[in-house]
């Protein structure tokens, strides 16, 4: 059974920083891309950071870049978020996703499985 399980959320003070971890299992997800989304209340699944299947590029939304960055460790088949100078719009909760393919993509109905996801809350 394939599982992605994401890790590292909780309430942070604006400024704060904070990584996610999300940890695969079932397969492995060497070729695959991967990605972060978030999901704030009343708010659509925004895409936050996606990485190819061999980190050797990244893509970042425009509200998060130059203060998230995405990593992958396909030895350990997992990949983080780390977040540094959290804002209180940043507050969702944030899903690990992958899909079936080398290149990343913003979409997110282009990935193919998904975590449950693990809550993050920036106070100010």
């Known amino acids: 059974q394939v599982q992605l399980v994401e890790s590292g959320g909780g309430l942070v003070q604006a400024g704060g920083s904070r990584r996610l971890s999300c940890a695969a299992s079932?397969?492995?997800?060497?070729?695959?891309?991967m990605g972060w989304f978030r999901q704030a209340p009343g708010k659509e699944r925004e895409f936050v950071a996606a990485i190819t299947w061999n980190g050797g590029t990244t893509s970042y939304a425009n509200t998060v870049k130059g203060r998230f960055a995405i990593s992958r460790d396909n030895a350990k088949n997992t990949i983080s978020l780390q977040m540094y100078s959290l804002k209180p719009e940043d507050t969702a909760v944030y899903y690990c996703a992958a899909r079936d393919d080398l290149m990343i993509t913003p979409s997110q109905y282009a990935y193919d499985y998904w975590g449950q996801g693990t809550q993050v809350t920036v106070s100010s």
């Open positions: 079932g397969r492995s997800f060497s070729r695959s891309a």
